[in-house]
C-alpha cells in the first residue's frame, strides 16, 4: 500500500498569514500513462465531513477560495493557504489515488494563533 | 444538488451484523462509483469499499470477506453489510461519490457505528 505521511501534525497560524502543509507519499503517485499526479486534499470541519479542495494535486473544486493552492509531483506536495482566514481552521488531509487501496494522509490540524 | 444520507448505524455487539443505507439524490448511484469510507473516533480517514458503476467491487484488507457493497438501483441506494463486526470497526461511515482518477468529490454526513459489548 502507498503510505501517505503529513506534516506537521498541527500548525497556529494567524489571521491573514500562510499556511504551508506537507504531504509526503512512500512511492511516486506521478501515472505514467498521463504524467499526472493522483492526489488529492480535502478539509474537515469538526462534526461535518471531508470536503474535496483540490485534485490532480493543484487543480482547485467548483467554489473553492482561490487563497487555497496546491503543488508538488512525484512523492512530496503541499498545500498552502495564503491569507488565512477564520473558516480555514480545520483538519486537512492528503489522499492519493494511483494505486489502490485508496489512502490518506493522518491529516494536519490547523489552528488560529 | 447531489445530496447523500447515510443511515443504519448502531451499536453492535462483537460479531454483529449491520446494514448500512446511502440515500442519493441528485446523481444516479450505478451510473457513478460510489464508496464508503470510515473514520474512527478521534481517528483520520480510511478508505472501506468501493463499487464502479459496471457493477466491480473493491475492498480494504480489513474487511475482504466480511463487508460487502452493493447497490439498489430502484431506489437509488448504496448499501454496506458488515457481518462479523470487531470493536475497530467502530468509526463513522460515509458514503462517497468517487469521481474520474478516484477522489471523493462529494460525502454524505455519515451514520456512527459502534461495535462494543
Known amino acids: 500500500d502507498i503510505v501517505m505521511t503529513q506534516s506537521p501534525d498541527s500548525l497556529a497560524v494567524s489571521l491573514g498569514e500562510r499556511a504551508t502543509l506537507n504531504c509526503k507519499s512512500s512511492?511516486?503517485?506521478?501515472?505514467?500513462?498521463?504524467?499526472?499526479?493522483?492526489l488529492a486534499w480535502y478539509q474537515q470541519k469538526p462534526g461535518q465531513p471531508p470536503k474535496l479542495l483540490i485534485y490532480?494535486?493543484?487543480i482547485r473544486e467548483s467554489g473553492v477560495p482561490d487563497r487555497f493552492s496546491g503543488s508538488g509531483s512525484g512523492t512530496d506536495f503541499t498545500l498552502t493557504v495564503s491569507s488565512l482566514q477564520a473558516e480555514d481552521e480545520a483538519v486537512y488531509y492528503c489522499q492519493q489515488y494511483h494505486t489502490p487501496p485508496l489512502t490518506f494522509g493522518g491529516g494536519t490540524k490547523v489552528e488560529i494563533k | 444538488e447531489v445530496q447523500l444520507v447515510e443511515s443504519g448505524g448502531d451499536l453492535v455487539q462483537p460479531g454483529g451484523s449491520l446494514r448500512l443505507s446511502c440515500a442519493a439524490s441528485g446523481l444516479t448511484v450505478s451510473s457513478n462509483y460510489m464508496s464508503w469510507v470510515r473514520q474512527a473516533p478521534g481517528k483520520g480517514l480510511e478508505w472501506v469499499s468501493l463499487i464502479y458503476s459496471g457493477g466491480r467491487t473493491n475492498y480494504a484488507d480489513s474487511v475482504r470477506g466480511r463487508f460487502t457493497i452493493s447497490r439498489d438501483t430502484s431506489k437509488n441506494t448504496l448499501h454496506l453489510q458488515m457481518n462479523s463486526l470487531r470493536a475497530d470497526d467502530t468509526a463513522v461511515y460515509y458514503c462517497?461519490?468517487?469521481?474520474?482518477?478516484?477522489?471523493?468529490?462529494?460525502w454524505g454526513h455519515g451514520t456512527l457505528v459502534t461495535v462494543s459489548s
Open positions: 462517497a461519490r468517487v469521481l474520474y482518477g478516484n477522489w471523493f468529490d462529494h
Open positions: 490532480w494535486a493543484s
Open positions: 512511492q511516486s503517485v506521478l501515472h505514467s500513462s498521463n504524467n499526472k499526479p493522483y
